[in-house]
């Protein structure tokens, strides 16, 4: 059964550098998300993208977020200029819309902020 | 927008017992109530959820129920197993027509299930 996947499992940065977090949805599926964890609280989504562009995003998704879809299969995140409170766990999640609303789920990036 | 509230924020039962998880939502507009099961340290897996024009889905030992006049809806698991033990969370979402909307989760319930 197809997954979707994330890389890297884990990343360490910096204060203030960029990262860019990678997905690769299964290929059916035609609305994607991002959605953050911070460590022991509830997930809270970030941004929402079909038809190569955003459909909606939280209030955490600021000038400092970006989505791409760069070449039809991956899906990342861009974080400009990391703060501290980045720190969670990131996961990327797709769905196949049409009349299913299912969603799955990655299997997480843990980005941690130093 | 949408608000989630979930209880109990943990839970303890006797391996064998029943385990009944409980949501409300806010915005009468939500359609859509799955559940999720997240192991420590793994992705959210869906286990069950239910579309707002079912009153009740059951799948062997899980089951879910939906209130819409009451906008609350319920996990129940049956015959609880030591590997039943997760964090549970549920979700709201509106979905229409072809498209599909984004989760907003409870705050998770902790399960534990004591052999």
């Known amino acids: 059964e197809p997954e979707v996947t994330q890389t890297p499992s884990h990343q360490v940065t910096q204060m203030g550098q960029e990262v860019i977090l990678r997905c690769v949805p299964i290929?059916?599926?035609?609305?994607f998300y991002w959605y953050r964890q911070i460590l022991g609280q509830k997930v809270e989504f970030l941004v929402s993208?079909?038809?190569?562009?955003?459909?909606?995003k939280s209030e955490i998704f600021d000038d400092q977020f970006s989505v791409e879809r760069p070449d039809g299969s991956n899906f990342t995140l861009k974080i400009r200029s990391t703060k501290l409170e980045d720190s969670a766990m990131y996961f990327c999640?797709?769905?196949?819309?049409?009349?299913?609303?299912?969603?799955?789920f990655g299997p997480g990036t843990r980005l941690t902020v130093l | 927008g949408e608000n989630v509230e979930q209880h109990p924020s943990t839970l303890s039962v006797q391996e064998g017992d029943s385990a009944v998880i409980k949501c409300t939502y806010s915005?009468?507009?939500?359609?859509?109530f799955p559940w999720y099961k997240q192991e420590l340290g793994k992705r959210p897996q869906l286990i069950i959820d239910?579309?707002?024009?079912?009153g009740e889905k059951k799948d062997q030992r899980i089951a879910v129920t939906l209130n819409k006049t009451a906008k609350h809806f319920s996990l129940h698991i049956t015959e609880t197993q030591p590997e039943d033990s997760a964090v549970y969370f549920c979700?709201?979402?509106?979905?229409?027509?072809?498209?599909?909307?984004?989760?907003?989760f409870g705050k998770g319930t902790k399960l534990s299930v004591k052999p």
């Open positions: 993208f079909y038809n190569n562009e955003i459909s909606e």
């Open positions: 979700a709201a979402s509106i979905g229409y027509g072809g498209s599909q909307g984004n989760l907003i």
């Open positions: 239910i579309r707002s024009n079912v």
């Open positions: 290929s059916n599926h035609l609305y």
């Open positions: 999640a797709g769905g196949a819309g049409i009349s299913y609303n299912e969603q799955f």
């Open positions: 915005d009468s507009a939500s359609n859509y």
